[in-house]
């Protein structure tokens, strides 16, 4: 006899679905799960014998399996395929039934879905859901956005779910329609500039003559420090991987191209039409981009000429160096993506909670790592925060790491090896601390060849000014 009364339902049963359903099972409720090719329910539900798991043949059977308000989860492919399943459960569901997208949609998409079946008397959640297969099994962070009532029915099963960290589950409500899939959205554009400075001291380290063995300890060492995170551990682990075929470290063999699915693409998008400098994730995604250019770089190796790269004798020094490049350009991508997130906040009146959001990152997620405590703490010191770098904690930091910056960009230039978030970030360090930038020059241009005003320094803001240029002769 099918049940009636299940707790959750959730639909798509690719990888991250499978381990998400095993989670919720695993907490003790009902879960009915279907996918639209049935064999893949029924292989899936007889792999996990002894947990309270309904495998639908049917929507309608599936539907008809979960208690009201009915709470159904879809972790399907971003896109149309979510207003495509949607379509199919109108028809069953019921006023007040919650559906909850839990892919990563575009939070434009999340609105329209939201407005479209709040008007039909549903509840749409839609919720960033991070940590890749092992987060979803064992405890992912989750950002839903959605009305707080909604919230309120669905926050049983979300903190049950999301990982824990000092008991504290990783996550929170995030705001009103599309602001939880905004904020995975920005966690993933934080995500690409982690990745990619990680990437930069990797080639630095290399170019040093480092062997794959020897940076993984580097690694290993920083992961013990100021720099744990996730991504740090798993690309000490990475590095030391050999590749079982040749010995070799697997690494070497990785073809240098990367991939990526767009939700970096939509950060930047975001920032340029809220006018917001996100300089760190801009130089991630296009060093994802040229780097996916293999064939033209390979042509272009041969031809454009820059220094022979010999770092070698900066190897004992670079360790302590590269450490601070790093984590004074993660203070400066973070701050970069909280100021988006802060201008969105204000601009759609989401009233996101900084502090929180970093909180909740702490755990389950990708950017997991020990130094987003200090960004909870400087929110709490500060609600007002108006830039991350401004906090007493992370203004130390970038003064005393500075140097060490400085020093890495300088040989990296030096020496001909592109480190495009490194040095993004040191520029923009160093034009929001100038009291004074060649802008007033612009200015000049502008107002030369369109008329187009300035203002002067000593003269009251607000009072424009325009000057007769001499007249060119070419
Ligand atoms: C997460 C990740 C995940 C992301 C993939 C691939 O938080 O679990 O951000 O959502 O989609 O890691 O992203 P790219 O293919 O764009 O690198």
Redesign the pocket.
Known sequence: MPPSNNDFGLIGLAVMGQNLVLNVASRGFGVSVYNRTPEVTAAFVARHPGQRLFGAATLPEFVASLARPRKVMLMVKAGSAVDAVIEQLLPLLEPGDIVIDGG?SLYTDTERRDAWLTGLGLRFIGAGV???EE?ARKGPAIMPGGPASTWDVMRPVFEAIAAKVDGTPCVVHIGPGGAGHYVKMI??GI?YGDMQLICEAYALFQAAGFSADEMAAVFEQWNAGELQSYLIQITAKALAQKDTETGRPLVDLILDKA??????QWTLLNAAENAVVISTINAAVEARVLSSQKAQRVAASTQLHGPVADLAPHKAALVAQVHDALYASKVVSYAQGLDLMRTMSEKKQWALDLGAIARIWRGG??IRARFLNRITEAYAQDPQLANLMLAPFFRDLLNRTQLHWRAVVALAVQNGIAVPAFSASLAYYDSFRSARLPANLLQAQRDFFGAHTYERIDKPAGQWFHTDWPEVIE
């Open positions: 990563n991070s940590g890749g987060g966690h993933n995500e991939g990526q699915k767009g939700t970096g997620c990708i």
